[in-house]
T-cell receptor, first 112, second 113 residues
């Protein structure tokens, strides 16, 4: 199948370890942020989102942290599994805007 | 399956030909978006519909590109006189108003030879 992200930054972790994927966003006026997971040949899959009035949000095995002071977003995956291997993108939406602007993506490789 | 559907999944065309892609959004979503993704990059916004109205268009959407959503349900994206630089994954997404939760389809992979 096709490969998403041939030359992306890569994070390699051992199965069972925690993963942290970072993203620097561009617009201080952005009010909404989403993390997506993308596997080869598939569209982006929603993982977790956060609004700008929050600094942390937790889901099942995932946590998103937002630091508006330095315009930084992170995705933490607990107990990383082989099925988590994919390319991860952060996306931001400007306040009063409609479309998402995506970051460059990080490839996560999970070693069994 | 109640997700976003895109057709076809793959399209190979010769340079200069016209191609058309279809997107069926989640039925209760009134907003529909088209994005383009090239290898190694995140998706880039092309255009956005609210119901049948096309409200935003990116500078990436040249005159050779046209998108429609005639009844506020499915949408089509047509590329005329395709060029090799048009080769990419074309993604459709939908959302329920400006609320959270943009859901993407699996995309149409276009290869122009």
């Amino acid at each position: 199948g096709e490969s998403v992200g041939l030359h992306l930054p890569t994070l390699s972790v051992q199965e069972g370890d925690n993963s942290i994927i970072n993203c620097a966003y561009s617009n201080s006026a952005s009010d909404y942020f989403i993390w997506y997971k993308q596997e080869s040949g598939k569209g982006p899959q929603f993982i977790i989102d956060i609004r700008s009035n929050m600094d942390k949000r937790q889901g099942q095995r995932v946590t998103v942290l937002l630091n508006k002071t330095v315009k930084h977003l992170s995705l933490q995956i607990a107990a990383t599994q082989p099925g988590d291997s994919a390319v991860y993108f952060c996306a931001e939406r400007k306040e009063a805007g409609n479309m998402l602007t995506f970051g460059g993506g990080t490839r996560l490789m999970v070693k069994p | 399956d109640t997700g976003v559907s895109q057709d076809p999944r793959h399209k190979i065309t010769k340079r200069g030909q016209n191609v058309t892609f279809r997107c069926d959004p989640i039925s209760e979503h009134n907003r529909l978006y088209w994005y383009r993704q090239t290898l190694g990059q995140g998706p880039e916004f092309l255009t956005y519909f609210q119901n049948e109205a096309q409200l935003e268009k990116s500078r990436l959407l040249s005159d050779r590109f046209s998108a429609e959503r005639p009844k506020g349900s499915f949408s089509t994206l047509e590329i005329q006189r395709t060029e090799q630089g048009d080769s990419a994954m074309y993604l459709c997404a939908s959302s329920p108003g400006r609320a959270d939760g943009y859901t993407f389809g699996s995309g149409t992979r276009l290869t122009v030879v």
